[in-house]
């Protein structure tokens, strides 16, 4: 099995209501890439956030009272943490650094995914400017794959990244919030391994280690590349979303 992990190189600065799909599809003909059924494009959160329009300004955001009251033990300002509240299901666990959540999209990350990296400011106060996540990453990414099907006629899959930290471990790594075209989860369970014994509980998020070997080539501060193209993919594409991936409340015993 060959695996090729192709950065698309030119790529623009994206703003507002600007057609991902059109800038993706130009970007990999100059960069020669000619599709093939079965392709994929890992796409940044960052991208689609910024021309779905979710840049944030602090100075229009009026703190409630709970994260007034939430900003007393944390170094976050009470209207971002007002955004944190606003993004959220819950909070599950806050320090005088992070507060992590269950996100309104069903998953759990810190402060909500809002982030302030890499975040064009669309006035001289940088500070100020935050990128919420998108509001339907599945909607987001079957949008773009259905507008790049129409102009390649190829069958290829579309999958959307943000960087999160995990449970016990240091570090952030590339993760799936979004997907269409493409498995999210392999169940290998009744599959035999080398010795002929029958998988009981092997399933595969084969979305998020595709996100994480992708986040590798996209990089984490400013290579700006943020998309790239996947051939060799080892499963075949199908329908799928997000909630694939979401381990369900009564089975979870992190919480």
Known sequence: MTLVITGLIGIPLIKKEDNLAEIIWNSSIQNEIHLEDGDIFVITQKIVSKSEGRLVNLKEVRASQKAIDLSKHTNK????????????????????????????????????????????????????WYLLLPENPDYSAKNIREKIIGVSHKNIGILIIDSHGRAWRNGVVGTTIGLAGLPALVDLRGKKDIYGYKLQNTQVAVADELAGTASLVMGQSSEMIPVVHVRGFPYSLRESSMTELIRPKDEDLFR
């Not at 806050?94 to 990350?109: A, D, R, T």
């Open 77 to 128: 300002d009470p209207r971002l943490i007002h955004l944190i509240l606003q993004e959220s299901n819950k909070i599950l666990r806050s320090n005088s650094n992070h507060i992590i959540v269950e996100h309104k999209l069903g998953f759990i990350c810190a402060n909500a995914g809002i982030d302030h990296s890499n975040v064009e400011s669309l006035d001289t106060d940088s500070k100020n």
